[in-house]
């Protein structure tokens, strides 16, 4: 699958089969290789001195630089919930403070060797962290939750709050003056949050106060995100403020704001604007360096954290574990880590040699199975999505503006070939060096997008369109058998072919079919990614496809790959991976290595696997894929346990059992096979021990239903249930 930021994911399934999906916090066999140490998503940033640093984020990522930022390293963290904020405490600065989702609040007192968890809450989020001192701190997060520590982080209480609005961001100046930004609120406190005042700010509403920054015992600077970026200032202490536009482009969000002294303030945004200021906001210089940079039209979370560490350095936290230094005050940046650009599509022809392609042209290439990745000289700025090698030395790659590039000594050299078409193509496939197929295509409103397919027959010298439809939405994927027997993928359904592309029969449509992606391990058993939950699957070379849900209402596959009839991986948007070994009946959902979006996955035996995806993500396996269990995920079945209803199948009434060996937060709810969630059946704070519900079928249709227990804010067990009326 290429195409991966377009069309719904909602369809209808005609088939049904009898699906169970196991969700495991598992320690899954794939590892990152780029960018390296790791790819997720930095939300903050923070450097002690010069020298060490530390940057936290996506799926309890926390990683450390002891030279300034020119290296990193990941530290070890007991959680894998995703990280908003860290800091230090100043004059102690072995101790720091990260946090959360899930309530999370991390402490370390030997400089990130190891981290205790102080709090941890289902359903709450803390979103930043400030140190005043060495002793005092303060945790800001959701439901205008405040929290305080005078013991450097190792206990904390809660203060009174005004407001039950969602705090993103805190700041003091000194010990008592403080100030907190959020949505539609300001706060501020001159007695050490003894009592926080909500701010009568007469030019509201606004969306959210992102950043804040107490500048001096008097002085406040607050951004908002509303027209364009909007400043909050006051110089008395809140009891006059002035508002002044940023001049950021509208569809940009404001992120992080930092300050070093009373003067010089650095704001980061959403799509990689960069705002500074050198006389306290009097006036802001906007650097467009990387917002022109990176040009993805769905591009988020380029810039996400920024720390001044003096009025010369500078550090900057985001997307694809992304970070930037200024030693001049951000007259010019230098990437540490990350900075590359989304991958679409990849091939390998045996375990060690592979391409990767993607935005802004780029293409990748390892000999040595991935351990390194050199970069071609960009030869197109056009979006590149899939790359085939029908043979050892013969290549091709189709993208955007009909681009077909094409080599012919192992892609040492690429050139250029005349496809005759603008339109964006978004998957190729060749036979033979000679014969193949391209596939895409482009919206046309008000219908749903036009597709085209387009053939070769002398290695790419010359093109005719097969296939071009204005009701069909776009193609997706292609597989051919051979010469003349073909299937395609489109947004709207699958269609096939018999003589070489000349007609195309609808072999599935609409609630029958559809495909964003494609893969056939063998000539009978193919299997494509319908978007949301679900997946179609043939066994007759694609005749007839059955749908299926994968039985997880919340997990969402774009690219599938299978390396034999039943063994199979697919993934999308968020970052689990799936794993089946039974040809779909049975689905195992892996997480904890990222949220990044996964656009490709392949594998060139029953070993070797590659993942590619946003931010030049790639994960590798050398072992199939196959996940253990590690000593966190062992304890989520021993601690949680949902036993199977009975009676199964029911009829009007059934009982279901779940036994806790400790207090949580549980939820139980009920998921028809479309994945849409038809009952909560509980939904509090229970306590340890066997407990039941009666599940009456009133209401229900007849058909088959998964019952998930959700264990402070984590799926630990799902079942499923047939009701028969």
Not at 243 to 252: K, N, S
Not at 531 to 553: A, D, I, Q
Request: charged share 15%; glycine share 12%; hydrophobic share 35%.
């Amino acid at each position: 699958m290429k195409n991966y930021f377009k069309g719904s994911v909602g369809i209808l399934i005609l088939a049904v089969t009898l699906l169970y999906v196991q969700t495991s916090h598992a320690q899954s066999n794939w590892f990152w290789q780029q960018p390296l140490p790791a790819g997720n998503s930095l939300k903050d940033v923070k450097f002690v001195n010069h020298q060490t640093g530390y940057a936290v984020g996506d799926v309890g990522t926390i990683v450390k630089s002891t030279n300034g930022g020119s290296n990193w390293f990941t530290l070890n963290n007991p959680k894998k919930s995703q990280l908003w904020g860290i800091d230090f405490a100043p004059g102690n600065a072995s101790v720091l403070i990260a946090v959360g989702d899930s309530g999370l609040i991390l402490r370390t007192s030997n400089a990130g060797e190891s981290w205790n968890v102080i709090q941890f809450q289902a359903g709450v989020i803390y979103e930043d962290v400030d140190f005043v001192n060495s002793t005092t701190g303060y945790v800001v997060g959701s439901g205008g939750r405040i929290f305080k520590t005078t013991n450097a982080g190792a206990n904390w209480f809660q203060q009174t709050s005004p407001t039950g609005a969602n705090f993103l961001c805190v700041n003091f100046f000194d010990e008592n003056f403080g100030a907190i930004g959020g949505t539609t609120r300001l706060l501020l406190t001159t007695n050490a949050g003894t009592t926080w005042v909500v701010q009568n700010l007469t030019f509201f509403p606004f969306t959210q106060v992102s950043g804040i920054s107490a500048i001096d015992s008097a002085t406040v600077i607050g951004v908002v995100n509303n027209n364009g970026g909007t400043m909050l200032k006051t110089t008395n202490r809140g009891q006059d403020w002035i508002e002044e536009p940023m001049g950021i482009p509208y569809q940009d969000l404001v992120r992080d704001l930092s300050f070093s002294g009373k003067n010089n303030g650095t704001i980061v945004c959403d799509l990689g604007m960069i705002v500074r200021t050198t006389n306290a906001g009097a006036s802001w210089i906007l650097d467009s360096t990387f917002y022109q940079y990176f040009q993805r039209s769905y591009g988020i979370d380029l810039l996400r954290g920024v720390h001044m560490v003096d009025t010369s350095l500078t550090y900057i936290s985001g997307g694809g574990g992304s970070i930037y230094r200024s030693t001049n005050a951000g007259q010019n940046w230098t990437i540490l880590s990350g900075g590359y650009f989304d991958l679409h599509g990849s091939h390998f022809v045996n375990a060690n040699t592979g391409w990767c392609v993607g935005e802004e042209g780029t293409v990748q290439k390892t000999t040595n199975g991935g351990t390194n990745w050199s970069f071609y000289p960009q030869i197109t700025r056009e979006v590149l999505w899939d790359v085939m090698f029908p043979s050892q030395s013969t290549g091709y790659i189709s993208g955007d503006s009909g681009v077909i590039l094409k080599t012919t000594n192992t892609g040492t050299n690429w050139f250029f070939l005349n496809s005759g078409t603008r339109i964006n193509l978004f998957d190729i496939f060749f036979i033979n060096n000679e014969t193949g197929f391209c596939g895409g295509g482009f919206t046309s409103d008000p219908d749903p997008g036009v597709g085209i397919i387009m053939k070769t027959v002398n290695g790419g010298n010359n093109w005719e369109t097969v296939f071009y439809y204005t009701d069909s939405g776009w193609v997706n994927a292609l597989h051919f058998f051979d010469e003349n027997t073909g299937i395609a993928c489109f947004d709207r359904g699958i269609r096939r072919t018999t003589n070489g592309g000349l007609n195309w029969l609808i072999v599935g449509t609409g609630s029958t079919g559809r495909g964003l992606d494609m893969s056939f391990p063998n000539s009978q058993t193919g299997y494509t990614s319908g978007g949301s939950n679900t997946f179609y699957k043939t066994t007759n070379s694609g005749l007839s496809w059955l749908g299926y849900s994968t039985g997880n209402p919340g997990v969402v596959i774009q690219t599938i790959h299978f390396i034999n009839s039943l063994k199979g991986f697919a993934a999308g948007p968020y970052g689990e991976i799936l794993y089946t070994e039974n040809g779909g009946l049975n689905w195992t959902i892996n997480r904890g290595l990222s949220e990044n979006y996964i656009a490709s996955i392949y594998f060139s035996d029953s070993i070797n696997g590659t993942m590619t995806g946003i931010f030049g993500t790639i994960l590798k396996t050398t072992n199939g894929g196959i996940s253990y269990i590690d000593n966190e995920a062992k304890q989520v079945p021993e601690d949680f346990q949902l036993h199977q209803n009975y009676p199964n199948p029911f009829n009007p009434t059934t009982t279901i059992r779940f036994s806790l060996k400790r207090s949580a937060e549980i939820k139980i709810v009920l998921s028809n096979i479309l994945g849409k969630q038809v009952r909560v059946l509980t939904d509090k704070f229970t306590a340890a021990g066997d407990h039941k519900l009666l599940l009456k079928s009133a209401g229900l249709s007849t058909g088959v239903y998964f019952c998930s227990l959700i264990a402070n804010g984590s799926v630990a067990q799902t079942i499923k249930l047939l009701l028969i009326k």
